[in-house]
């Protein structure tokens, strides 16, 4: 009996296992966006009104001594940068540090959201286009040249190929 049951199983595992590369990633990039999405919609009023509550009677004044620290802590932002391309370098496609900086960029803004969504919600909330273009357009400017950076350095300091 339990025979039949796992063996009427098997057309499925087997199935999966032979699934098409694209229509896997397809897959679980809606799986990945579905929960991001629904988890984001789903707190946004509770962390408004809780963090309300908590700001109330309190001024948030940007002084020097904030920028000072964000300096500090963005250091973390380019270890982390350094990390992926280190992994990723091999299988980047380009040949030039430019290139693959520049690919590495793009999919830091894709995985942030920044490349296309942000820029479309931007726009569907009402900003206008140029309010959008400058807005979106720094952080393209930002993450790029940060990931050109990284590969250009990296590169240089460690070629493919050393040990």
Known sequence: MRL???????????TLKRMNRYVAASITAVAAAAIGFFIHVGSQSWVRSWVSAHMQGREVIPSWDVRYVAL??????G??????????RPALPGKSSFSRGLLLGILMLAVMGRLFRQPVMNLVIGNPLPVVAVQDGISWVLWTSMAIVVAAVYDVLSPEGAP
Do not use: D, H, K, Q
């Open 72 to 77: 500090l802590t963005s250091v973390e932002t």
């Open 4 to 14: 039949r049951a796992l063996a009427s199983c098997a057309p499925v595992i087997f």
């Open 79 to 88: 270890l982390g940068l350094v990390v992926l391309y280190a992994l990723i």
